[in-house]
């Protein structure tokens, strides 16, 4: 079940401001109702302050009404038509630890995803198009030590959006007509 915004400030509106019983409060706000009595009763949540689900589009007024008269009935959470909460893309922070492991990343994105372009994988490891070629050139100015590494377990990316990055280039080659690379097979795996 989808819990309201802020809880506990929402029970603390709640309890002020209706006449609903605790376990109605309880249930809507996904708490026990002796936690609900506790706020009550003003040993929990004394600074709180309340949160009005009403304002918020969370619950309807009528849907207040009608549960005050019915102690049967349970507060139902307002369906938005709003999009839930996008993720922002652009540039990410790269903590200073993890910044000498992106041109591994590179190394290995390049190596076994030849299909991604410089704008996606500049996108993907928060990298520059001028550190995409230095790498891919060997005229980076560490490129002696350079070893290929997975971004995913350096952390520089996550599974979800290397796999999306790889199905949107895979989908680009497919519209011009060009074939799509196979990635190379693991270097450690022993012949059968």
Not at 23 to 30: L, V
């Amino acid at each position: 079940m989808t819990l309201p915004l802020m809880p506990k400030a929402t029970a603390v509106w709640l309890i002020d401001k209706t006449a609903l019983t605790f376990t109605q409060i309880a249930d809507f706000c996904g708490m026990h109702p002796l936690e609900v009595q506790a706020i009550a009763d003003g040993e929990v949540a004394q600074g709180i302050v309340g949160y009005d689900p009403v304002a918020n589009s969370q619950v309807t007024a009528a849907e207040i009404t009608r549960c005050e008269a019915d102690e049967e009935a349970r507060l139902k959470i307002s369906v938005t038509s709003l999009p839930g909460p996008k993720r922002q893309r652009g540039a990410r922070y790269t903590p200073v630890a993890k910044r000498n492991d992106r041109p591994d990343a590179i190394a290995f994105v390049l190596r076994n995803f030849p299909q991604l372009s410089e704008a996606q994988l500049g996108k993907l490891l928060g990298t520059t198009k001028d550190t995409i070629h230095k790498v891919r050139d060997r005229a980076h100015w560490n490129s002696a030590n350079i070893k290929p590494r997975d971004p995913v377990i350096l952390g520089l990316c996550s599974q979800t959006d290397l796999n999306a990055a790889v199905a949107q280039a895979n989908e680009r080659l497919v519209r011009e007509g060009r074939a799509v690379p196979q990635p190379p097979a693991p270097e450690n795996e022993e012949a059968a």
